[in-house]
């Protein structure tokens, strides 16, 4: 169970670094885009930081 918790953390900051590369270039004010990104990037932080406490317990 811990490794499928590590393998959807390894996916997750994938998908954020592919994220953070097309970004560049795009104007990203325009049309509320940043507040969009800005929300969906604390929600994704706040659920890595919530699987990894989770991933410890599993392994205990």
């Given at each position: 169970?811990?490794?499928q918790v590590d393998?959807?953390?390894d996916d997750l900051h994938s998908a954020?670094?592919?994220?953070?590369r097309a970004m560049?270039?795009?104007?990203?004010?325009k049309e509320g885009f940043k507040a969009h990104h800005d929300r969906a990037a604390?929600?994704?932080g706040r659920l890595t930081a919530e699987l990894q406490d989770a991933?410890?317990?599993?392994?205990d």
């Open positions: 169970m811990a490794h393998r959807v953390l954020m670094t592919q994220l953070k560049h270039g795009i104007p990203v004010r604390r929600a994704v991933s410890a317990a599993i392994q």
